[in-house]
């Protein structure tokens, strides 16, 4: 028994991460279809990233004849490093053992790391596209990581600590509170989020046509199972993201324990609360038009704006009273 | 007492404050006229706000007129009289970008920080609930004098000048729970008439240097009376 | 009371009738009146000061301090408007303003004399804030008045920039007002200076310093302190000579004047602080400042009236750094200061005003021969140089010399500064002056109709005041000593 009890968490943790791995292009079908529904379409089936998934990994990769090894190493470690990254956001629930690395910094870092090698393959093969994609790609980030640790940093400063499960705690406990630090925090990890996994405005993820691409032009050299897993690391990263805001922001409904009821609301909750974030980033992206890539800098120093004013308030109208 | 222990009102507040420093930062950068008058609107529209919290909290009653007031003179009669202005000078597609914007916004930040400096003295006296705002309003008087130097433009000096006057309708409101309404309707009224005038001088401008960039007014320097 | 209401509201009538009156004829004329009317109310008005010590009432205050200047103010604000009615006579007939610029011109005039009485009698700090930026907002438009580019861009810059420095005071009267509210029970007294003048030491040391800080910087905007004094030689230059006149002569009065009353404010509550002299130590220092650049700049003038609105900023400058000073002998010297500068100073812009109509122009260059041209304007400003320059027997000599005596005793090392900034100015004054009044008058330069009277007067009195200060005025400017410095000099 007791046995079973230490196993339990460390086997929910698994599950949690196969439930990244299994959401992810669910997320990515809905986010399709719902895009299809507002421009008029039908769009294909909510199934069918799973299809192509399946379709990838069946096919050869070929590989081109100037390529490294890191070529070939990088897909697997883009997935990696992101899946990692992603298994250290709690999902369903709080309380798992992978919560003692569930820090902050650590998933900056993995990002970080699964970003310089698709850079770093994007430019392996000498094409232009590769190298314009990296160069661009890393531009984006460049502004994007302090955006998004001044953003967390807030967070981690209302929480004292820099842990995303005692975050997710200390929200709960507080019950609902308006801080505007978080707010501004809110407004900063949006626009960076969509910034970093290259949604309308800052880069077109439906095409591979545009001169202004920046993430389909790392990955255009790939084929078969490794531009699966580029696909796939990349729809992970979108529900990291997804989990990351709802989970910190609006953390209720979460399990806090490992009773199968919670487990259960906790699951239905956070399933719930990315379908409606998909939703609302299908609307934005319809409505809004792609930006000049010129311009992407602008929107990545308001997102720094937004993260810096959220500091701020926090130290003045927070700390100071 | 922290954050999370005062009423959600109360917290509606801080938010509402933060808010308006943001408006102030959006101001400082908006390069369409149009936008930079309806970012006013939205300011005034966010003291008023805080004005009717702070009323409804503090049981002081004369808050709420001057909540009124403000709504009116600073959500309404400004901006449209501004916004005809604009339409009549035909500026309503004018554009023009801030200049060097990193530096500017990080000097504005940096005033952020100073007022808050500056206001600690007056936080760290016992506390009434909006006490804390008073270094967002210094901080907001400081940005519509930031955005004076910055903006060579009379339309987006003047918002400068009334966003100022925002800020300090927002220090009147968090550290006294309002002026006296004899005040209060004398700074309405000079406000009021001062656009008045400002409406006034748009023309003058555009009639002796054929723009609003008041950059270009430019006779009166030392160094240009040297020359002559 | 009643003498109080009717010098402070005959003008707001006045500007109301004005406005509507189509006739620019009598409406010189009328303008003078009102003038006349609101002076002799305040010569009543100092009378019962005189004898009742200090009238209060409706939120109006005037003792010692204040009525000096209100009957100052009533007085130039007289004479300036008896130089006027020909002057803009004058403009009018030489098509630089039409019937409708008369119009607002004497209906401002006015409002802007019951803005200066309103913000000098009220005792309430907020409608003081109040009255002086209706003090801008009455003049910016009369110093575009002549729409020549560079006559808007002075109004804009002028607008802007006393604009930012008013609403900086109004920051520092809202801080003042937080401070009252802790001391105070009545929230609605929390604004009257003379409630608060008898809390000053209750008063928390932290908020007011801050508050001086923000009311020194608004509205030391206005008495034209270096470095916030870019709007004042242009708004003198570019406006028309009788609005230079009152606007130095009593604008910049006024503006002092409410940061004096902020001072004692803040010293009451500074007090028992390890900085109890903070105030003064800021006055001291942007009057030392204001007093040195204004005189270096002096020399570079080609514009008459820019000229002299370098030589006003230097005399504030040097009030403002005798009020910082302190102490019964530097208080009466600034008070007297105030009291022949504003007489010298806007007889010196209404002979001005004279020249240039006779010269046709305000470029000192083409401005020759004076005296040999009309004898009355170019003697009137020979003379009413010398007396701003400080040559005795003027009446600016005899504050001049108290000052620098009050300085050798209380900061012996500034007293080289004042002196050599007194030398610079002069220097720079009478360099200009000297071919401008004597030289050769150009061909074709003829007299015009000028009324010297006001200029006379002016004159007269500031010489009378070097001579022998009449006993009453001296008992006068002893209590407004007593009220500001806390002790008697006679």
């Known amino acids: ?321 | 007492m922290t954050l999370a222990e005062l009423p959600l009102l109360q917290q509606l507040l801080l938010v509402l404050a933060a808010l308006v420093l943001f408006t102030s930062f959006v101001l400082l950068e908006q390069a369409r006229l149009v936008s930079a008058i309806h970012a006013f609107a939205w300011q005034g529209a966010l003291i008023a706000a805080i004005t009717v919290i702070v009323a409804t909290g503090g049981g002081a009653k004369h808050l709420y007129f001057s909540a009124l007031l403000t709504f009116m003179l600073k959500v309404l009669l400004i901006p449209w009289m501004l916004h005809r202005q604009v339409q009549r000078l035909d500026l309503e597609r004018h554009t023009q970008a801030l200049r060097r914007p990193a530096l500017v916004i990080m000097a504005a930040v940096a005033l952020v920080v100073f007022s808050y400096w500056l206001a600690l003295p007056m936080v760290a006296q016992e506390l009434t609930f909006t006490r804390n705002i008073v270094a967002v309003s210094l901080a907001i008087v400081l940005i519509g004098l930031l955005m004076m130097v910055f903006r060579p433009q009379a339309v987006l000096q003047v918002l400068g000048f009334m966003s100022m006057e925002n800020g300090l309708f927002l220090a009147a409101v968090s550290t006294t729970q309002g002026m006296p309404l004899l005040v209060e309707l004398g700074v309405a009224f000079d406000v009021l008439v001062a656009m008045v005038l400002f409406g006034v001088f748009f023309l003058q401008i555009r009639d002796s240097i054929e723009s609003l960039d008041v950059d270009r007014l430019n006779r009166l320097t030392e160094t240009v009376e040297n020359e002559r | 009371m009643t003498a109080v209401l009717l010098t402070v509201f005959a003008p707001l009538a006045g500007a109301l009738v004005l406005a509507l009156l189509r006739s620019s004829y009598w409406a010189g004329w009328l303008n003078v009146a009102v003038a006349g009317l609101s002076l002799t109310a305040s010569a009543w008005l100092a009378r019962s000061v005189a004898l009742d010590g200090e009238i209060a009432g409706l939120s109006f205050r005037v003792d010692a301090f204040n009525v000096y200047l209100v009957v100052l103010t009533a007085f130039v604000g007289l004479t300036t408007s008896i130089f006027s009615r020909p002057y803009m006579a004058h403009v009018r007939e030489t098509q630089r303003t039409g019937a409708g610029g008369l119009r607002v011109y004497h209906a401002m005039y006015q409002a802007f004399m019951f803005t200066m009485l309103l913000a000098l009698t009220t005792d309430n700090l907020g409608v003081l804030w109040v009255a002086v930026e209706g003090a801008t907002l009455s003049t910016v438009l009369l110093v575009s008045l002549y729409r020549t580019p560079e006559a808007v861009e002075a109004a804009w810059k002028y607008f802007i920039l006393c604009g930012v420095g008013i609403a900086l005071a109004l920051f520092g009267t809202v801080l003042t007002y937080f401070a009252a509210l802790h001391v105070l029970d009545d929230p609605e007294a929390g604004l009257t200076w003379s409630v608060l003048y008898g809390h000053a030491s209750d008063l928390e040391p932290a908020v007011m310093g801050i508050a001086f800080v923000f009311l020194l910087v608004g509205y030391g905007t206005k008495i034209g302190l270096v470095p916030m004094h870019q709007w004042l030689p242009d708004a003198h230059s570019e406006g028309p000579t009788p609005m230079s006149a009152v606007l130095s002569g009593l604008l910049l009065n006024v503006a002092l004047y409410a940061v004096i009353r902020f001072k004692m404010l803040t010293d009451g509550s500074l007090a028992a602080t390890t900085t109890p002299q903070l105030a003064g130590y800021m006055l001291m220092a942007f009057g030392m400042l204001s007093f040195l650049v204004a005189g270096l700049f002096l020399h570079r003038q080609r514009d008459v009236k820019r000229m002299f609105s370098y030589s006003s900023i230097e005399h504030m400058g040097l009030m403002t750094f005798a009020f910082g000073l302190g102490g019964p002998l530097a208080t009466f010297g600034a008070l007297l200061h105030m009291l022949v500068h504003s007489l010298t100073k806007s007889a010196i812009f209404v002979t001005v005003g004279h020249a240039t109509h006779i010269a046709g122009t305000q470029d000192i260059d083409h401005i020759r021969g004076l005296i040999r041209t009309q004898p009355a304007v170019g003697w009137s400003l020979l003379i009413a140089v010398a007396a701003i320059a400080g040559f005795p027997p003027f009446g600016v000599f005899t504050s001049e010399f108290l000052l620098l005596t009050a300085t050798m005793d209380a900061q012996p090392w500034f007293t080289i500064a004042l002196l050599s900034g007194l030398a610079v100015a002069f220097a720079g004054l009478f360099r200009n002056l000297q071919p401008m009044v004597f030289g050769a008058a150009p061909e074709g330069q003829g007299p015009v109709t000028a009324n010297m009277l006001p200029v006379m007067t002016h004159l007269a009195l500031v010489l009378w005041l070097g001579l022998a200060i009449p006993p009453f005025l001296a008992r006068w400017l002893d209590r407004a000593t007593e009220l500001i410095a806390g002790g008697h000099l006679l």
């Open chain 1, 1 to 321: 028994m007791d046995y079973l009890l230490t196993f339990l968490p460390w086997l929910l943790a698994a599950v949690q991460a196969l439930l990244y791995l299994a959401l992810a292009p669910l997320l990515a079908g809905w986010l399709r279809r719902i895009k299809a529904r507002l421009q008029n379409r039908r769009g294909p089936s909510l199934w069918q990233p799973y299809r192509d998934l399946y379709k990838l990994f069946g096919k050869e990769a070929r590989v081109a004849t100037t390529a490294s090894p890191l070529f070939r190493a990088a897909p697997y470690i883009v997935f990696v490093a992101t899946w990692l990254a992603a298994a250290t956001v709690p999902l369903i629930a709080v309380d798992l053992p992978t919560a003692m690395v569930a820090d902050i910094i650590v998933l900056a870092g993995l990002l970080a790391l699964a970003r310089f090698f698709l850079a770093l393959a994007g430019m392996d093969i000498g094409t232009a596209f590769g190298g314009m994609g990296a160069s661009r790609e890393m531009l984006v980030s460049a502004l994007a990581e302090p955006a998004m640790l001044m953003a967390v940093f807030t967070l981690a400063m209302t929480a004292h600590s820099t842990n995303l499960a005692s975050m997710i705690d200390a929200q709960l406990a507080a019950g609902l509170v308006l801080r505007p630090s978080f707010l501004f925090a809110l407004g900063a990890l949006v626009l960076v989020a969509i910034a970093e996994t290259g949604r309308i405005p800052v880069d077109n993820p439906a095409t591979h046509l545009e001169l202004t691409m920046i993430h389909e032009a790392m990955i255009l050299e790939y084929s078969g199972r490794h531009l699966a897993l580029m696909e796939w690391a990349a729809q992970i990263k979108l529900v990291l993201y997804g989990a990351l805001i709802a989970n910190v922001f609006f953390p209720w409904g979460i399990a806090q324990s490992t009773a199968p009821t919670a487990l259960a609301t906790g699951a239905l909750v956070i399933l719930l609360k990315l379908l409606a974030l998909a939703v609302a980033l299908a609307i934005s992206e319809t409505v809004l038009a792609k930006m000049r890539f010129f311009r992407a800098p602008a929107l990545l120093n308001l997102a720094l704006l937004l993260a810096l004013l959220g500091l701020l308030g926090h130290v003045i109208l927070e700390v100071g009273s």
